[in-house]
């Protein structure tokens, strides 16, 4: 899909979506008097539903046009959600229709200009174009469709609307990474297949990537996340992605950790085989960290940014890890392994501890698909928010409001540490009592943060989106924190 602003002038096509609130605004009022009525009438009818107007023959230069009433009390996600109604929109055209021109006709958004409101509406309609069809021979979908659209947006300032809409549209392009990643299914991504991915996406942008391959975490002593890999055919990797975008070269990065886990099986700790297919998407945290680092590079990011993932597979086979193993970690705490489905846990342990050490950055956040537990606790709306730092904290939950992409802040407190003591080890790596099980696998990381300012994002509940009520995300992969630390990375890092 390309995505074009125009003027009001530029208006040629015959096949128009207007969205709006109210009357057209006298900019946008169409030349032919039955259009304006025909639209005002649909607007009038107070449905944000899309209602589907087709004009006689001869009668207008415009042959059909949906129109949307985007309601009342408007902010910049429910512009957004407006545009990604668009996507309904556009499948009633004809699949012969290469061209639509959308008229956004908004009044009294908090805080807006009239170009902030059309860059929020494209950013909503590119959000929601997203289709994974790599692997259909025969496309089933719209998908060619909307990938050969070209969208004109009609607006008053077309340099500042291009300006606006550049930084979602950077957004998108990491939102979109995500969603592939997390989309394609194992055997088509291992840790080795998925190394070469990044390098692919992210070093023509100016990132520069790193590498730990298994003989050189094995010397530096990275036992708890090998100790996950050491039933895979597939080597395990640890992957560095710097962007030293800060005009102060000296300036400390801001440090993001994935969890890459390609498919977990829950290793000799097997999970049920219901649904065991969803585990491709253990690697989701991962994910949200290539896509942000492309983002970033991709609209030149003030700042200093370094994203860690480790790459592993949980697999169960005779050389694999048992319950009951105790490993060494690279921080020298020794873990005992009481269930070798608690994997994340060991392999974000590793990577935390040598993020910090190598970079000391000036905060540190890791996202993971870490427990099931915060689906329970949030069910499918909220991320889960753990921190040893109220400041960092509330900068995360400010940007969850922003961009919605909502996240819960629980509690992390000191009398859990002995749920995770062992009696024969450093620590455990499951809780020695039923519940709290997100906090329990928090209060585990703690343990390898040393003393960085750190937050923890369990994803666990919002990776993969099976309802369809976010408009701006399909079913499947949902790009979840992607446009949620972006805007941290901006707000905090950046003006």
Known sequence: MKINFINAQGLKSQHVV?????????????????VYRMVNAALSANSEQCNHIYFPDNASDIKEAVVLNAGEKLDAL?????????????????????????????????????????????????????????YKSVSKNDGCKLNNLKVNFIVSDVVAANNTFSFYDSVALGVFLTRDLISEPANNLTPSVYLQVIKHELEPLGVNVSVLDHKAMLKMGMGALLGVSQGSTNEPFV??????????????????????????????????????????????GSAVVVGLLKS???????VNAVGVVGLVENMPSGSAQRPGDVVKSLSGQTIEVLNTD?????????????????????????????????????????????????????RIEKSAECTGELVWRLPLPASYDK????????????????????????????????DMDWAHIDIASVAWNNSSKKKISPDGADGFGVGLLNNFVYENYEI
């Open 18 to 34: 207007y969205i709006a609130n109210s009357t057209l605004q006298d900019v946008f009022k169409p030349n032919d008097d039955l």
């Open 78 to 134: 429910r512009c957004q959600n407006a545009g990604a109604s668009v996507v309904s929109a556009v499948k009633n055209f004809n699949n012969s229709v290469k061209i639509i021109d959308v008229v956004v006709s908004i009044n009294d958004v908090n805080g807006l200009s009239d170009f902030e409101v059309v860059a929020n509406v494209a950013y909503g309609l590119k959000l929601a174009s997203y289709r994974f069809d790599k």
């Open 239 to 284: 992957v560095t992605m710097q962007w030293n975008g800060s005009k102060n070269k000296k300036d400390k990065p801001i440090a993001f950790v994935g969890k890459g886990v390609t498919f977990d099986s829950g290793g000799l700790s097997l999970k049920p085989s219901r649904s065991m297919e969803e585990m491709k998407t253990d690697m989701g």
């Open 296 to 302: 970033l590079a991709f609209r030149k990011a003030n």
């Open 342 to 394: 608690a994997e994340g846990r060991l392999v974000l342990a590793d990577v935390l501890w040598y993020t910090a050490n190598k970079f000391t950055p000036e905060i540190m956040i890791d996202i993971a698909t870490l427990t099931g537990a915060a689906v329970i606790a949030l069910g499918v709306g909220y991320a889960a928010l753990l921190s040893n730092n109220d400041r960092l904290a509330s």
């Open 419 to 450: 749920h995770i003591d062992s009696k024969i080890a450093d620590v455990r790596n499951t809780s020695s009592v039923l519940g709290a099980g997100t906090i329990t696998a928090a209060k585990f990381l703690q343990r390898f943060v040393k």
